[in-house]
T-cell receptor, first 111, second 113 residues
Framework: SQKIEQNSEALNIQEGKTATLTCNYTNYSPAYLQWYRQDPGRGPVFLLLIRENEKEKRKERLKVTFDTTLKQSLFHITASQPADSATYLCARGGAGTALIFGKGTTLSVSS | EAQVTQNPRYLITVTGKKLTVTCSQNMNHEYMSWYRQDPGLGLRQIYYSMNVEVTDKGDVPEGYKVSRKEKRNFPLILESPSPNQTSLYFC????????????FGSGTQLSVL
């Protein structure tokens, strides 16, 4: 079955550093990967989508990569701020209609 | 404002008492979906709908029903709730089925006693 795994449940970093979150998938390569941010008790909010033919995508301080050889996506937040503290979800798409979500990585940025 | 609206935000009920969680979107999206989120299990899809009168099961459909009589509404029905359905529920929509970002509602925290 298709799986998607976010290896770290939690990541703690200092303000100003770059946060790097990892998402690994199994079986065939998805057509795209999506990243969402979720604050406690709230619905996820879409951040970025990267397609399998794209190596990298950027949006302001966010960068996401897609490595089909390693079956992995990396999500980077540069110059992190306490306001970036949240849970970040990775989701895979592909054949079929469902987005399959990882369990998320909770990022804590301390000042 | 473009949004997905769920109601109620919080709901406490007892085992066996039928309930409906409403979901409405004002973006004319074709695709709508329900997820439940549990600690340690992440977001799991319950049901989805690709358009009006078209619904299908997700990963965890047991104990739930849905309907899609209008494009904007996608209610989630629990005919006979049980304690294992205590969870945080999210409705989501997207313009089309594949390759589009999802817009999520604010969530419904359901407790079944």
């Amino acid at each position: 079955s298709q799986k998607i795994e976010q290896n770290s449940e939690a990541l703690n970093i200092q303000e100003g550093k770059t946060a790097t979150l990892t998402c690994n998938y199994t079986n065939y390569s998805p057509a795209y990967l999506q990243w969402y941010r979720q604050d406690p008790g709230r619905g996820p909010v879409f951040l970025l989508l990267i397609r399998e033919n794209e190596k990298e995508k950027r949006k302001e301080r966010l960068k996401v990569t897609f490595d089909t050889t390693l079956k992995q996506s990396l999500f980077h937040i540069t110059a992190s701020q306490p306001a970036d503290s949240a849970t970040y979800l990775c989701a895979r798409g592909g054949a079929g209609t469902a987005l399959i979500f990882g369990k998320g990585t909770t990022l804590s940025v301390s000042s | 404002e473009a949004q997905v609206t769920q109601n109620p935000r919080y709901l406490i009920t007892v085992t066996g008492k039928k309930l409906t969680v409403t979901c409405s979107q004002n973006m004319n999206h074709e695709y709508m979906s329900w997820y439940r989120q549990d600690p340690g299990l992440g977001l799991r899809q319950i049901y989805y709908s690709m358009n009006v009168e078209v619904t299908d099961k997700g990963d965890v459909p047991e104990g739930y029903k849905v309907s899609r009589k209008e494009k904007r509404n996608f209610p989630l029905i629990l005919e006979s709730p049980s304690p294992n359905q205590t969870s945080l529920y999210f409705c989501a929509s997207s313009p089309r089925t594949v390759g589009e970002k999802l817009f999520f509602g604010s969530g419904t925290q359901l407790s079944v006693l």
